[in-house]
């Protein structure tokens, strides 16, 4: 039987190679004194991820047509 930290090692190893095949990464560096309308906006949101991916599906679509 595994041990707690093999079971672990294991979960992590999975989700990384999974992470590896199917995620990117995106970071943004925003300036707390120039940029503070979007910190405070995003600080207020729920999923942060959620709203900009949203953001920009919208202007996807205003693009698109």
Known sequence: ???QE???AARTKAQSK???SHTAGFYMKL???T???ILA????QDSKQGAIKRLI???IRRCSQ
């Open 1 to 3: 039987m595994r041990t």
């Open 6 to 8: 093999e079971l672990v």
């Open 18 to 20: 999974y992470d590896k």
């Open 31 to 33: 300036n707390t004194g």
């Open 35 to 37: 940029d503070q309308d």
């Open 41 to 44: 906006w995003l600080e207020q």
């Open 57 to 59: 599906r919208a202007e």
